[in-house]
Structure formats: C-alpha cells, structure tokens
C-alpha cells in the first residue's frame, strides 16, 4: 500500500476502537492496496460481512486519512467437480519489472504537453494528476467514461496527489498556482464546504470540476487564422469540412507551438467552438456547424491520443529530474514513436534550432545546457586538477546531473539548417534510478546465493502458499516498516497461531527470513528500500526467476552411480519391507486407524480396498486438497463409487510393488532427477498425471511423501 503503513494502522486502530474485534479479524483476512483509493478485497466468505462495515470504513478513513474506501470481492471460479478458484496473480519476467511494473501506467493526454511552454511544466504536471483521478472516480462507470469528459467532477486529497508525482510539487505551490489561474485552462476549483460532526466545523475536500481539452492560445490563433484564409465568413459549412479534410500539420504548427513563434491573437485556452464563433464575428452556431466543430476538435486535439508513463517515473525518476526537465521529456518522448505496423521505432527526432527551441519549449535558458552529448568524452570542459572547493562541489553535482540525464535524454548529432543550428535528441524509456538498481542488485544476489545452496525449491514452495506469503508481508507490515521478524515473533504478537503453518514450513519461513535480513538489512537501514518491498519482487518472481524448471541441478549424477554400484536396482527395491498391507491386500483398518471408528467401519463394509485407496492416491497427489484423508472419506461415503482413472489404476497394483516404486521415485527425486526420470515405466504415465501439475522438485517431493505417509511404506 504506497499510502503508508502508519496511515493504515492509524485506520485500523479507529476502526478497532469503533467496531470491535469482529471488523479487525476480517480486515486481517483482506488485502489492502492503494492507488488514489484505498481499496479493501477479500474473498467470497467475507465479503458481505465486509459490506456491512462499509459506510463506518469509509467514515473513519475519511476522518483519519481524508482518503476514499471500495471494497472488491475476490471471486472464485468452479474448475471440474471440485470446488476450486481461479486466482491470476500478475507475474514478471525479471526484477526490473517487478519494481518499475510497467502495467501500471498514466495516461498523458498528448495534447495537454503543448501547454507547458505557455503556463509552465507544474500546471501541466498538476493537469495530468487531476486528470488521473478523475479517471478513477468514473472508472467504474464502464466504457462510457474512458476518458473525463467536460463538467465532471471530483473531490481530490490533495497530499495523496502530490504523492503520485513524487513530491516535486510541493503543497504550498500547488494552491499558489491555483490562486495565480494557471490551472484555470485545465479544471477550476468549486467553493469551499464544510460539514458540522461532534459540534465542530469540518472543512471538506475541495472539489475539482474539469474543463476537458482546450486548444492552446497558439493552436487558437492558428485555427483562426486558417479559417480567415478558406473564407469561413462566407461558407461557414464549407470552410470546416475542408479543415477536417486537413492534415493537422497544415493548420497547426509541429512539434510544438510558442508564444514567441508568432503574434497571438487568441491569448487563452478556447474551443472549437469559441474559435469559429470568433471567426464568425460573434454569431451563435447552429446545430449543423456546432456538430462539425465537434468533429473538427476530435481532430485536432485527438482526446484518445495517449503517452503512456509508467506511474514508477512519475513517483521515483520525476523527483529526481525536477519538474522542468522532466516535462521536457515527456515532450521529448511524445515526438517518438512505436510502429507496430514495420516493426521500426523511433527514440531520436530532430529539433528545429537546437537549444534556442528547446528554450522556448519548456520556458528556460539553462535547463536544455545540461542535455549532455552521448558520447562521455564529449561531455562539459575540459578538467583541470586546481580548483577551488567550492568549484569541485558545483563540478560534481554537475557531473551527477548530466549523468543522470544522459538515461533520458542525449544530443547525438548537429546540422545546419535554416532554423539554426538543428539537435537530434536520443529518448530512452524509463529505467531504474540508483538506488532501485541497489535494490535489483541484491535481489539477484539474494537468488544465486538460493541457488547455490539449492533452497530455490524452499523458497518458491514458500512463496506459493498463500498463508506463509502472508505472514512474510505482515511480519515486516504490521509490526514496524523497517523491521523483520521470525515466525515465532508474530505468533508471540497475536499475529497468527502457532499452527498456522506445518513444522517444514516453519522452518522454511525462518530461514527465508535470515536470508532476507542477511542481504537486505543494509539497504533498509540506509533507508534505500523496506524488507516489504523485498518481500513483495519475490512474491512477483516467484513463477519466473524463483521457478527451477530450467535451473542446472547439482551434479549427483557421479554420486547417484555410486549408490548404484553398491547396491543394484533391486537391492534398492528390496529395501521397502513395510507397508499397511498384507497378502498382497490393502490393509483399511490400518490406514484407517487415526480416524472416527463409526466412519471407518462403514468404509470397510462398502467397499473394496483398492476402492477407497484410489480416493486416498487421488488426495495425496492433488496439491489443491490440504487433508486428503478427509477428502477420501467423504467423497468414497458420498458417491460410493472409486476415483476412477490413474488413481484407480494406481490403487489397483499389487500393494508391494506400488509402495517400492512410490520408495524409488521419492529416492531419485531427492537425488537430483530431471523431468520425469524419476518415474520407472510402471508409474511413468499414471503418476505422472498428478505431478506434472506441479513444475518445482520440492512440490512433488511433498505430494509423494504424502502418499508414502497415508499408506505406511517405510524401509526396514
């Protein structure tokens, strides 16, 4: 939740106070994410319990925090005849995509960048913002709301606000440039309300009203005097449907227009339709012209043309660039382009007289110097090894500056031309900033080392299991942001139950956790990332870096042929004496013997052994099914019949040779086999039908132990 874990626990703390431990119970049970809203998901069980919660929630979050509560249902999907959900947990390909999460991206309006060079890069900045959160107030309205639209409103948190542009704006400022009108082109701030509660007076969040997209006072001037040109006083109708037969670039100017290229006559943000009616001397537009004026804006403006910016740049790259610079980026980067069609992309474009352009774009002198050249050796003057302290200090942050500018932007090449001396710019997309390449660093290192002691199969059966997941974001969540806790910790706080999870999963906990603290706790007492953040690239990475599917695995093979030489194929077979059967027959009472008499007394009446084994072989070998003894009973009561198919084929061979195969597949597995080479011929298909389910060692390992235990095979 990037509002804060102090927010949430301030939250949580209300509503406890407020509720009682009934709401604090289901709200443990529930994720917590925020992105403009605080959002609460649970599953199926508890949610309509969560509902009836939902105005108190909301009244105390808004109280506390100023911030608004949805709640989502987790919804579950029948998979067969079992009743099983279908959870899709977004997934990356590497750990530079688990912390930049290039899904999760704002939508820049195209044409709201040709405002910057008349109102500055904060009111823009703050215009992409608001619009965003517009967007999430009518997201749930459906296709009919992709985009806000003229005249819809929104209550904004402004802190939550400058929070999603990394804080490069500050507070002060943001209500500075309210007051001064440079946010009046994009949306105008409704008058203050206030609420009586407890005998004191609220103040409400301020309210936004958005203004949709306007053309700049440039665009204006230049549309109206297009249109001067095609006689527009003398065929209204003529005029426009020739403008929307125009390409844009010969009515307005590209890539973009300054106030100093021409004289404005429009000198602020106007419609379509305030411009034709100006050129109209005035006139009211009919239906007939307000309808094609309509069309005419769509065309100029295009509202579905979108820049999409990963909210990681805004929240951790803006900060750094500062928002002069990095608004020149974006304007940068919309000057290029993605062919899908070709496959050809283009990250360089050419700016029409170099650096007096890029002044006038962006509104600065020194701000487009510090775009350095590609090559390093061309960079700034030449060194000299006398200076000044005061001169090293400003050297140095100059060298920072460039240097982190030269992943954005570059000058790779100069021409004459009749604009000047003309750059070509080389924009790159978003990359990691210094400190998260710490972070993607340690994180690698953090998985060799797993690998190298062969606990990738540990960690990523860790990471699978919802229950030992959570408790892995909750030991550093709830407790303290920067600590990090064993198991035995967050039971002592009331966390969880000491039987949450199994002994071997314990153990895999508290030994994931002193790995983590190993390799991280430098970073997090330098204050570059939290042990949650960790905790949640792992979870991400957990079917892809984590997986052992193409993992090399530890060279046995010399050991495995010496255990062979020593003892042959069939003195390994021989080794499994002990099993719950006799004369070649499943022994029931004895599988049988730690469950309700009556129960098990009505299973050996009904049925035939290798029956109920069947229904025992298809638990075990299910990863979905947490007890399989249950699941065997009450499905063998319910439908009297067998399990069918590979488990009954399973069940139906002679109990010696089942429970020695079962001995060897559990041996090979542990010795190192790949694929199913740890599958003899007899087991090799029907086996095979339960295990190829799960793709890591250790999770077959666990489904055949579990089988091995149900039915009582152990060596001599």
Known sequence: MNQGSNTWWNIKNALRSTCGDELDRLLNQSTVSYDGMLEIATDEAAFPKLCEYYPVIEAVADDVAGIRVKLRNISTVPMGTETESLQLVL???????????????????????????????????????????????????????????????????????????????????FFRLFKEGKLDWFATRSEAEHTFKDGRIHRLPNTYQYKGLLLTPGDASDLLAWLQDHGIQDNPVDALTEALRTSRDQILQFPYRTPASAELVITHAASVHEVVSIALDGQVLNSVLAGICDSLSSHLIRPESFLAIPWYWFRKVLPELGDDLGALYLMCKNCCYVDWAHGQDRNTFWVPGGLKTLQAWIGSVSLPKRIPQKDPTKRGRPRSDDIKDNSEYVRSWRDEKRELISHYLCRIETRRSDSGLDWQLEVNDTQLTASDHQIQDAVYHFINDCARMDDLDKLQSLLSDKNASSLLQKSSYFLNHSSFCNYETLVNTGICNSDTLEPHEISYFDTLVRSIICHFDTLVRQNICNFDTVINILYKLKNTLLSIKYKQPPDTALKISDFLQETDQSELTDQVVEAYYSNNCWDIEQILNRINPVLSKQIQQRFESESFVSWLIYGCLTPGIKSPMSFAVSRALESGLDAGGAALRLANLPPKELSQQLWQAKVRLEAGYLGDGFLTSTLASDLSHFLKIEENTSGKLFLIQRLIDALGIKVN
């Open 91 to 173: 997934g990356y390909a590497n750990v530079a995509e688990a912390i930049i999460r290039p899904e999760s991206i704002a939508a820049v309006p195209s044409y709201l960048l040709r405002f910057i060079p008349y109102v500055g890069s904060a009111p823009v900045l703050i215009a992409i913002a608001l619009r965003q959160a517009f967007y999430r107030a009518f997201q749930d309205d459906g296709l009919d709301n992709v985009f806000p639209k003229s005249g819809d409103t929104v209550t904004v948190n402004v802190a939550a606000l400058l929070r999603s542009l990394g804080g490069v704006i500050s507070r002060a400022k």
